[in-house]
C-alpha cells in the first residue's frame, strides 16, 4: 500500500534553533501534502495545506513566517520550524494523497522537543 | 463554523460491539474517513465513504451529517483513538474531530 515516511522522527533542541521535517511519498505523487499538529491530549490540528509548486495554504492563526513549507517535487515536502521555542513543542505529523478527495495516508510523526 | 463531533470517550467489554458517533457542521463535506491511531504511530484509515461500508470488524453507517464507526467483537488490543474526519472537493483537506479514547476491559 501506499507509505509515506517522515523524518526526524524526535527531534530535541535548544531554544531559538529552527527544525525542518521532511515528508516524502515513497511510492506514489503527492500533489498535496498537509501538516498537522498535535498536542498532548487533543486532537490533530491542520496547519496548512502543501501544494506542489505553489504556496502553501496555512489555516487561521498558523503563522506562515514561523512554519515555513516547501513542497518543491511531487514526492517531498518539507516544515521548517524557525526560533523554535519551548511553546512549540509538539508532535508533528504529514499525511500525503494523490488526488483530492482521495484517502490521506499518513506519516509516523515527528515528536519535537525544545528546551 | 466547520467542525467534526464525536465523544472523547468510549468504553466497552472485549466481545461487544462498539459504537463511535460522529457528527460534523462541515459545508460542502459528504465523506466520512475513520482513522485508528496508536499514538507515535501513523493514524490508519479503517472506512470511508458516502454511504455505509464494511471493512473487515469495521463498519460505517451514513447520513448527510453524521456517521457512526461500528467494531465487532471488539478485542483489548483495540483500545486505541479513533478519529472521524470529514471532507469534500476541498482538495483533499479533511476536519478532524477530537478523537474517541476506546477502552475495553476484558
Known amino acids: 500500500g501506499a507509505v509515506v515516511s517522515q523524518h526526524p522522527s524526535w527531534v530535541i533542541c535548544k531554544s531559538g534553533t529552527s527544525v525542518k521535517i521532511e515528508c516524502r511519498s515513497l511510492?506514489?505523487?503527492?500533489?498535496?501534502m498537509f501538516w498537522y499538529r498535535q498536542f498532548p491530549k487533543q486532537s490533530l490540528m491542520l496547519m496548512a495545506t502543501s501544494n506542489e509548486g505553489s504556496k502553501a495554504t496555512y489555516e487561521q492563526g498558523v503563522e506562515k513566517d514561523k512554519f515555513l513549507i516547501n513542497h518543491a517535487s511531487l514526492t517531498l515536502s518539507t516544515l521548517t520550524v524557525t526560533s523554535a521555542h519551548p511553546e512549540d513543542s509538539s508532535f508533528y505529523i504529514c499525511s500525503a494523497n494523490g488526488q483530492a478527495n482521495k484517502p490521506q495516508h499518513f506519516g509516523d510523526g515527528t515528536r519535537l522537543s525544545i528546551l | 463554523k466547520d467542525q467534526v463531533f464525536q465523544p472523547s470517550t468510549v468504553a466497552s467489554s472485549e466481545g461487544a460491539v462498539v459504537e463511535i458517533f460522529c457528527n460534523h457542521s462541515?459545508?460542502?463535506?459528504?465523506?466520512f474517513f475513520w482513522y485508528l491511531h496508536f499514538p507515535g504511530c501513523a493514524p490508519r484509515l479503517l472506512v470511508k465513504g458516502s454511504k455505509p461500508s464494511q471493512q473487515g470488524r469495521y463498519n460505517m453507517t451514513y447520513e448527510r451529517f453524521s456517521s457512526s464507526l461500528l467494531i465487532l467483537q471488539v478485542r483489548e488490543a483495540d483500545a486505541a483513538v479513533y478519529y472521524c474526519a470529514c471532507g469534500g472537493n476541498q482538495g483533499g483537506k479533511l476536519i478532524f474531530g477530537q478523537g474517541t479514547e476506546l477502552s475495553v476491559k476484558p
Open positions: 511510492d506514489f505523487q503527492a500533489t498535496t
Open positions: 462541515v459545508s460542502n463535506a459528504y465523506n
